[in-house]
């Protein structure tokens, strides 16, 4: 059974699955917006590939699927994923303080989202 927009993605390497990436659409009113979640394997960290492969997945879903706005909200304790967006270019939007509890600590995350300014440059009544 093949899901229809695809929205998630293995990220591979010549040899094996070295990560995912995906979209998570809204619906209703929030149907032009996707949230953005992925991780990588860590012995591929600090290559480029994320940033890389969010980019490709940003376009694609502002070409493809007609996303106004994507959003992603690492923890604050991640600055290696608050880089790969800010160099996808992401906009920190602000904080969500206390929003999730992790091994046994509360914390807090960032709010990042990406615009798709074409679309938002060409109409102003979204379908």
Request: aromatic share 12%; proline share 5%; no cysteine.
């Amino acid at each position: 059974m093949r899901m229809e927009p695809i929205t998630y993605f293995a990220i591979a390497s010549d040899q094996e699955a070295i990560g995912s990436i995906g979209l998570m659409p809204g619906d209703d009113v929030h149907r032009l917006t996707a949230e953005l979640g992925y991780w990588l394997a860590e012995p591929f960290w600090g290559n480029g590939i994320m940033t890389k492969v969010v980019r490709a997945l940003s376009e694609y879903a502002f070409r493809e699927l007609g996303l106004l706005r994507i959003f992603a909200e690492p923890y604050t304790t991640n600055a290696a994923s608050a880089r790969v967006l800010e160099n996808s270019g992401f906009t920190l939007e602000g904080v969500i303080r206390a929003s999730v509890f992790k091994e046994g600590r509360i914390l807090d995350q960032y709010l990042y989202a990406k615009l798709n300014k074409r679309a938002l440059q060409q109409s102003t009544t979204p379908p």
